[in-house]
């Protein structure tokens, strides 16, 4: 092992390890010194001779340090000696006269010093650790960054001594006397303080948590407080003041980031520039603080009493301080209380209840607002740039005007916010939200009045959202997604919306005029009063929807799909619906002058008083429709399937008009025709309107008597008594006939 130690650094080290592992006394003093001997040319600064104290294993003997030897031992006169860069650990120095010696960088560490004169010596940077210094006379010393860790010093004498920056964590200080120094930036945590004087210290910066015992003199303003040392400037981070009573003290500068300080009584204390950051304040009693230009960050002031505290220049920067009591005397400019809440930029208000909360035009940036209930909160006008809103509940929250930039809603609750005329560029936004045009765009969302003109909403997902009133004239809205939503008044003007599903979504007087709806989704939506006049509506699924009093004059339905839809007193005239499916559909004072229904399906169709006039119905289906009361004038039924259809009091404006009429009776009861034909005879068929209706089959003719009541200005028709007799020739085989009108 010895020829493993090669450095003469570690030489001495390793022979007294060996001494104290049992080597005998004569055999391990010959190693030392032929092994000291035999590199002693090469040692400057290191020890020519070292004895091992047989009791201690410490060490004794003669150093060399630039051609100079000195003498290492108790009792030695070393004053004024320049001996840096000597490893002195383990040193015996009792009463050693080292006063005035340079003794910078030096490694004292587990020497013995007691009783020891370092009156003005140089311990710069020195290492004492666990050095024993017990009534060692220290005054007006230079430590400045020495390590006394664990070390000795009960009733030393330091006064005057500059121990800025020293270490001193753990030491004894019993009875010390710290009077007039400098301890600026010392570490005595957990130094035992018993009886010591401090009296005229210098504390600022000077870390005093967890010390032991009770000092006998501390300087002017200082005290202890569960085992800390407690005044201005001192370093109490990380401290355990829980329920303390601070009343009154003079904190200022103090360093307390960190501490806990839950429940704590601090009226009227002065914490003017003190470093809170990450403190814990819950609970505690600030009223009448001080706290001006405080550095507050990320420090919890949750469920404190505010009372007339002063926070002039405070740093709030995510620091907690929701549900208090008690109005601050002062905040710092933009900050305000709102629902017993600080709020202001930069604040934690994480998880805080803010629903339908004031905020218009508050400065909210870099707030951190996750999984905050911000629900009917006024936000517009607000600066909430920054501000994390993750997870937050912004249901019918008011974002109209607020500055979103760099924001994060990421995971957050959109449900019916208003988020119309946002400035900036969010940094997050929920999956399936996007700004266009200066607003953010996605479902649920309140964009009442919202200004989209040509936006290009392609493929958006804007089901729930509320646009009543919102200008989309001209704006692409291929394939976009409004089921359920609101468009109530909204300007959709030459818009294109083909492909779009609007299923269930709220029309009404809406101004679709022009616009392109080929093949959308329209199904139980409500378009009352709608505009749709020249709409596109080719293949549209109108399924159920109401478009009761709307316009849709030249709108093109053709395929369309209308089945059950109410159009009661729309204006449909010279619509096209050709091919288009309206089972069902309630068309009753519908105006459908003009309007082309070829190949229409009108199954059950309810047109009563519909006015009709010149509508082509060629090849039209209108079984079971009802069409009482309709205007027919001019109209085309060629080919038309009229049974069971109901066409009592509908106007025809032909000479001959009773007869067309007759023939709507027969196609009524088109089950019968093939009877007809083959000579058959049916007798109390009843016409509804018209009262008994009798039909005999007779060489290809049938005869058919009705009440002349309603018939008074037919011309040419023989009156037999109460009744008219005509006969009408039938066109062999065919669907449609022939009606000639004789004498």
Known sequence: MLFKLLSHENLGKGLRLLYKKG??????????????????????????????????????????????????????????ADLRGVDLSESILIAADLSEVNLEGVNLRGAILSRAALQRTILKSTDLTGTNLTGTNMAEANLIG???????????????????????????????????????????????????????????????????????????????????????????????????????????????????????????????????????????DLSGINLSGARLTIANLSATNLSGSSFIGADLERTRMVEITGDPLELPRGYLIVKNHVIGPKVNLIEADLSGADLKGADLSGAVLEGADLSGAELNDADLSGVRFNGANLKEANFEGADISGADYT??????????????????????????????????????????????????????????????????LISADFEGADLSSANLNKAYLNGANLKGAKLVEANLEGASLIVANLEGANLEGAILNGADL?????????????????????????????????????????????????????????????????????????????????????????????????????????????????????????????????????????????????????????????????????????NIEESEDLKFWQETGESVTKTIKLKDGKKFYRFALEK
Do not use: H
């Open 538 to 706: 080719i293949g549209a699924d109108l399924i159920g929807a109401d478009l009761g009093a709307a316009e849709l004059r030249w709108a093109d339905f053709e395929g369309a799909d209308l089945s059950e839809a109410s159009l009661i007193s729309a204006n449909l005239r010279e619509a096209r619906f050709e091919g288009a499916k309206l089972k069902g559909t309630n068309l009753e004072n519908a105006d459908l002058s003009g309007a082309i229904l070829s190949g229409a399906k009108l199954e059950r169709a309810d047109l009563n008083k519909a006015l009709l006039r010149r509508a082509n119905f060629f090849g039209a289906v209108l079984r079971d429709a009802n069409l009482s009361g309709s205007d027919l004038s001019g109209a085309i039924l060629i080919d038309a399937k009229l049974e069971g259809a109901d066409l009592s009091s509908t106007i025809w404006n032909t000479p001959d008009s009773r007869i067309v009429e007759l023939e709507a009776i027969i196609a009524e009861k088109n089950a019968l025709i093939s009877d007809l034909e083959e000579g058959s005879t049916s007798d109390g068929i009843q016409d509804s309107r018209n009262g008994p209706v009798v039909i005999n089959a007779q060489n290809g003719s049938i005869t058919i008597t009705f």
């Open 411 to 476: 995971d957050s609750l959109m449900q019916r916010p208003r988020t119309v005329g946002v400035t900036g560029v969010p940094l997050q936004l929920p999956q399936g939200y996007s700004v266009i045009k200066g607003n953010i765009i996605g479902p649920e969302l309140n964009l009442t009045g919202a200004d989209l003109i040509g936006a290009d909403l392609i493929d958006a997902d804007l089901s729930g959202a509320d646009l009543s009133g919102a200008d989309l004239g001209g704006a692409e």
């Open 23 to 80: 080597m005998k006394k004569s055999v391990f003093i010959s190693l030392f010194f032929y092994a000291f001997g035999a590199i002693s040319a090469f040692a400057e600064g290191s020890w020519i001779e070292e004895i091992i104290d047989p009791d201690t294993g410490l060490r004794t003997g003669k150093i060399q340090l630039n051609g100079e030897t000195y003498d290492i031992k108790p009792g030695t006169k070393l004053n004024g």
């Open 146 to 284: 020495a390590d006394l860790t664990r070390s000795n010093l009960i009733v030393a004498e330091l006064s005057a001594a500059n121990l800025e920056g020293a270490k001193l964590n753990g030491a004894n200080l019993e009875g010390a006397n710290f009077e007039e120094a400098n301890l600026e930036g010392a570490n005595l945590e957990g130094a035992d303080m018993s009886a010591a004087t401090l009296s005229g210290a210098n504390m600022e910066r000077t870390r005093t948590v967890g010390v032991k015992g009770s000092p006998l003199e501390l300087p002017k303003g200082y005290l202890m407080v569960k085992n800390n040392i407690v005044g201005p400037k001192v370093d109490l981070s990380g401290s355990d003041l829980v329920n303390s009573d601070l009343r009154g003290l003079n904190l200022r500068g103090a360093d307390l980031s960190g501490a806990n300080l839950v429940d704590a009584d601090l009226t009227e204390a002065d914490f003017e520039g003190s470093n809170l950051e990450g403190a814990e304040l819950v609970g505690a």
